[in-house]
């Protein structure tokens, strides 16, 4: 499959009950060709109303930090493990996510990224580990076969607790880092 064709077929995907509710689908937005990821759990209003993910209050602060370590959207992929929102932006259901899963492995799978970054616990503990915890676990890496992988503080919990802030500073020039390590072509003094 194709990935215009995989977007289409998620598009119109029926496979769990938030298709019901949904204004638009979520599929991802930025580079389909970066070396690194980003997933966060599921879309809020905002980007259900947009179709595109991280455009909210929680997305404008996330766009800000990671201009802190010099990323923009094309240089980077950004998506979902749930590609509908959840009503009233609740955690999504377990069954809700397995149903997304398949898109979110072929997304995966087409963009090649080097590093994957979870965005907050939900998206940590269905993709880097069950019982991971985010307030003890965030900023360390992990390998995962082919991936680097990383969980941060979700950008709305930031909103939430100024707190996480410092904390999530030194992540994010933890990921900085590890971009320059391992990555051959995400920041421009890189490319060949």
């Known amino acids: 499959m194709k990935w215009d064709e995989l977007e289409a077929t998620?598009?119109?995907?029926?496979?769990?009950?938030?298709?019901?509710?949904?204004?638009?689908v979520v599929f991802g937005d930025g580079n389909p060709r970066a070396e690194v990821m980003f997933i966060g759990e599921g879309p809020g209003e905002q980007e259900d109303l947009s179709g595109v993910p991280f455009v909210g209050r929680a997305g404008q602060l996330l766009t800000d930090m990671l201009k802190i370590i010099d990323l923009d959207r094309s240089q980077y992929y950004i998506t979902n493990i749930v590609k509908c929102r959840p009503?009233?932006?609740?955690?999504?259901?377990?069954?809700e996510q397995d149903a997304c899963m398949g898109y979110l492995r072929s997304q995966v799978r087409m963009i090649k990224p080097k590093i994957i970054i979870c965005l907050g616990r939900i998206a940590a503990m269905r993709l880097i580990r069950s019982d991971y915890r985010i307030t003890k676990e965030h900023g360390q890496w992990v390998k995962s076969g082919p991936f680097w992988m990383t969980a941060i503080y979700h950008p709305?919990?930031?909103?939430?607790?100024?707190?996480?802030?410092?904390?999530?500073?030194?992540?994010l020039m933890s990921i900085q880092e590890k971009i320059r390590e391992v990555c051959t072509h995400t920041y421009p003094e890189q490319q060949n």
Do not use: I
């Open 156 to 171: 709305s919990a930031l909103l939430r607790d100024l707190n996480k802030r410092p904390e999530t500073f030194d992540d």
């Open 10 to 24: 998620c598009k119109v995907c029926t496979n769990c009950k938030l298709c019901e509710r949904r204004h638009n």
């Open 87 to 95: 009503p009233g932006n609740r955690d999504p259901e377990s069954a």
